[in-house]
T-cell receptor, first 109, second 114 residues
């Protein structure tokens, strides 16, 4: 059983559409990270959220940490083909970090 | 941002040989590093946690004698795949922990065992 559940697992959309990826858990995390990984490369850190209710924006990406620090969401506005990749969330808890299974996003031109 | 390197980026070896992969944190010290394995189109699978100056902690199902981990300094951890077999072929990724909260990943090492 995954400590962090990501949904959807796969997502294929057209360029210009909006999307939201969810990362849910029954556990409380001290912080949560979002990464993006492209084929054949290591994951690249997008953002770290620490405070419950925190919202961070990175250009067309908006990240939100739930009030109870158990869940997070990633919203992409006007998706572009360059956004294609595997999006991973990771939660830090008690000196331990665990990853979700990932959401594989494909943005078609 | 923090930079983590891995070497080699890819390696092809014969079955039965051992392969060593290095993971270095280039601009910060990391008392904790992680080793992951990733199969095609799947997420990361944590293999072990590497702590500087002490023994690595292996995840359930990962053979410690098969995957030897050494974390001899604050900037270097190595993973040695001993007596490699074709089923060990995979993408191996390391990460280094900064400020106890954030992992920074290396670019990965693709291993192919013939």
């Amino acid at each position: 059983t995954q400590l962090l559940e990501q949904s959807p697992q796969f997502l294929s959309i057209q360029e210009g559409e909006n999307l939201t990826v969810y990362c849910n858990s029954s556990s409380v995390f001290s912080s949560l990270q979002w990464y993006r990984q492209e084929p054949g490369e290591g994951p690249v850190l997008l953002v770290t959220v620490v405070t419950g209710g925190e919202v961070k924006k990175l250009k067309r990406l908006t990240f939100q940490f739930g009030d109870a620090r158990k869940d997070s969401s990633l919203h992409i506005t006007a998706a572009q083909p360059g956004d294609t990749g595997l999006y991973l969330c990771a939660g830090a808890r008690n000196n331990d970090m665990r990853f979700g299974a990932g959401t594989r996003l494909t943005v078609k031109p | 941002g923090a930079v983590v390197s891995q070497h080699p980026s890819w390696v092809i070896c014969k079955s039965g040989t051992s392969v060593k992969i290095e993971c270095r944190s280039l601009d910060f010290q990391a008392t904790t590093m992680f080793w992951y394995r990733q199969f095609p189109k799947q997420s990361l699978m944590l293999m072990a946690t590497s702590n500087e100056g002490s023994k690595a902690t292996y995840e359930q199902g990962v053979e410690k004698d098969k995957f030897l981990i050494n974390h001899a300094s604050l900037t270097l951890s190595t993973l040695t795949v001993t007596s490699a077999h074709p089923e060990d072929s995979s993408f191996y990724i390391c990460s280094a922990l900064q400020w106890k909260e954030t992992q920074y990943f290396g670019p990965g090492t693709r291993l192919l065992v013939l």
